[in-house]
C-alpha cells in the first residue's frame, strides 16, 4: 500500500502541471484535464471510427501517456530543440522506470512502450488525439494571440501546416475534425486579428 500512495502522489501533481495552451477562461490547461480531454474524445468518436478498437487500451493510454510529466515537467513544443528532445526522452524514460518501479506492474511499462513504438492503431489514435486536444484548446481560447507570441509564429504554422494534417489520415473521423477545427480557427484569425491562415505556412 505504502508504493501505491507513493504513486497516487506523483500521480496528482498533473493536476498542478500547466501546459502552454489556455482554456476558455484564460488559464492554462493542466496536463491532467489534457488527458481528461482525450478520454472523453476518444469515447465519444468510437462510433465514428472505420476500425475496430481496444477501448481498454485506449483509455489506459490516454490516462498514462503524459504522466512522466508529473516528474519531468512539460516542455512547450516551440523550446523542443533536437537537444532538448534527446534530454527530454532520457529524463521521461527514467521518470516511467521510477513509476513501473512503485507500481510493479508489467501491463503498465506495456503500455507506454505500446505508446513510445506507435506501431499499434490504438497509440495511433491517442497520439492523434493528444494533437487534436491541444487543436480544440486553440480553437476555445479567450484570445488566440497567444499563441504567435512563441518563436516567429511557430503555433500558428504548426497548425496550419502538412505535417500534423497528416497525422490525421489514417482515419477519416478524426481528419474530419481536425479539418472543421481548423476551419473555426481560420474564422477566428481573420475576424479577430485580421490574419489569413495562408500567411502563416510561407
Same mark, same amino acid.
Given at each position: 500500500?505504502?508504493?501505491?500512495?507513493?504513486?497516487?502522489?506523483?500521480?496528482?501533481?498533473?493536476?498542478?502541471?500547466?501546459?502552454?495552451?489556455?482554456?476558455?477562461?484564460?488559464?492554462?490547461?493542466?496536463?491532467?484535464?489534457?488527458?481528461?480531454?482525450?478520454?472523453?474524445?476518444?469515447?465519444?468518436?468510437?462510433?465514428?471510427?472505420?476500425?475496430?478498437?481496444?477501448?481498454?487500451?485506449?483509455?489506459?493510454?490516454?490516462?498514462?501517456?503524459?504522466?512522466?510529466?508529473?516528474?519531468?515537467?512539460?516542455?512547450?513544443?516551440?523550446?523542443?530543440?533536437?537537444?532538448?528532445?534527446? +534530454?527530454? %526522452?532520457? /529524463? @521521461?524514460? *527514467? !521518470?516511467?522506470?521510477?513509476?513501473?518501479?512503485? &507500481?510493479?506492474?508489467?501491463?503498465? +511499462?506495456? %503500455?507506454? /512502450? @505500446?505508446? *513510445? !513504438?506507435?506501431?499499434?492503431?490504438?497509440?495511433? &489514435?491517442?497520439?492523434?488525439?493528444?494533437?487534436?486536444?491541444?487543436?480544440?484548446?486553440?480553437?476555445?481560447?479567450?484570445?488566440?494571440?497567444?499563441?504567435?507570441?512563441?518563436?516567429?509564429?511557430?503555433?500558428?504554422?504548426?497548425?496550419?501546416?502538412?505535417?500534423?494534417?497528416?497525422?490525421?489520415?489514417?482515419?477519416?473521423?478524426?481528419?474530419?475534425?481536425?479539418?472543421?477545427?481548423?476551419?473555426?480557427?481560420?474564422?477566428?484569425?481573420?475576424?479577430?486579428?485580421?490574419?489569413?491562415?495562408?500567411?502563416?505556412?510561407?
Amino acid at each position: 500500500m505504502h508504493n501505491l500512495v507513493d504513486f497516487f502522489e506523483i500521480a496528482e501533481r498533473l493536476e498542478c502541471e500547466y501546459r502552454l495552451t489556455r482554456t476558455s477562461d484564460g488559464n492554462q490547461q493542466t496536463v491532467a484535464a489534457h488527458s481528461w480531454n482525450m478520454l472523453m474524445m476518444a469515447m465519444v468518436l468510437r462510433p465514428y471510427l472505420k476500425k475496430s478498437v481496444n477501448m481498454e487500451r485506449v483509455y489506459e493510454l490516454c490516462v498514462l501517456h503524459d504522466l512522466p510529466e508529473a516528474i519531468t515537467h512539460d516542455i512547450p513544443l516551440h523550446e523542443q530543440t533536437d537537444s532538448v528532445r534527446v +534530454q527530454k %526522452r532520457i /529524463n @521521461e524514460s *527514467d !521518470a516511467v522506470a521510477q513509476i513501473v518501479g512503485l &507500481l510493479k506492474n508489467n501491463d503498465i +511499462q506495456a %503500455r507506454f /512502450n @505500446e505508446y *513510445d !513504438a506507435r506501431q499499434s492503431y490504438e497509440s495511433r &489514435l491517442v497520439k492523434a488525439l493528444d494533437v487534436l486536444d491541444t487543436a480544440v484548446q486553440h480553437m476555445c481560447a479567450q484570445d488566440l494571440a497567444y499563441i504567435g507570441e512563441y518563436a516567429d509564429g511557430f503555433y500558428w504554422k504548426m497548425f496550419f501546416g502538412d505535417e500534423i494534417v497528416s497525422m490525421f489520415d489514417f482515419e477519416p473521423a478524426l481528419r474530419g475534425v481536425f479539418d472543421e477545427i481548423r476551419r473555426r480557427v481560420a474564422l477566428r484569425l481573420k475576424n479577430e486579428l485580421g490574419i489569413d491562415e495562408r500567411d502563416l505556412i510561407k
